[in-house]
């Protein structure tokens, strides 16, 4: 399963500005953040590009397109484009046609790195991005303590003071109507 990885590089800091060495925590999702609206754009320029007879400024201009945006995001454009203008052709045909079968296919195998419960979530029909905010705490020490000392001694030896603040997150929330 491929995860998306929130990084939050955490250090610790003493009363004369000196930094401990890097912690890092990752926060994993199950799918990569996607913007719906920009996945719809997208299926629609590549409609509009594919239409008619295609040139070839125009086959690159859509692959370009194609292999810019993340797999995820591609998987959610592939959706768009079906769910608007399968009549005309499914998305992996008119790719096919259009740009043919060797571009094609460097387009459509990145679609192989989206995992299954990922593609399930990507097929819902309606996906909003929205802000969540953490907690975390921020904690510090108000003795000075010589050179040298060992970080975590100085956590265990040493009265620290900490508050909670907070951290936004952005993700997306998946449905079959939309949300409020």
């Not at 203008?85 to 790719?95: A, H, L, Q, T």
């Not at 953490?134 to 003071?161: A, H, N, Q």
Request: aromatic fraction near 10%; charged fraction near 25%; hydrophobic fraction near 30%.
């Amino acid at each position: 399963m491929v995860l998306l990885s929130c990084r939050f590089t955490l250090y610790a800091v003493d009363t004369r500005g000196r930094h401990s060495e890097l912690s890092t925590i990752t926060l994993r999702t199950a799918c990569p953040l996607v913007d719906d609206s920009k996945a719809e754009e997208i299926a629609d320029k590549i409609y509009n590009l594919y239409n008619g007879y295609t040139s070839g400024k125009e086959q690159q201009t859509a692959y370009n397109t194609l292999m810019e945006v993340s797999a995820s995001m591609l998987f959610r454009v592939q959706h768009h484009y079906n769910s608007h203008y399968e009549k005309f052709g499914d998305f992996v045909w008119r790719s096919e046609d259009e740009l043919g079968p060797r571009k094609a296919h460097l387009i459509l195998r990145r679609l192989e790195k989206v995992s299954s419960h990922c593609s399930t979530l990507l097929r819902s029909a309606y996906i909003q991005s929205r802000t969540d905010t953490v907690p975390y705490l921020f904690c510090r020490s108000e003795e000075v303590r010589p050179p040298g000392m060992v970080w975590y001694s100085i956590l265990k030896d040493t009265k620290i003071m900490c508050e909670e603040k907070m951290v936004s997150l952005l993700r997306n929330t998946y449905g079959e109507s939309k949300g409020r």
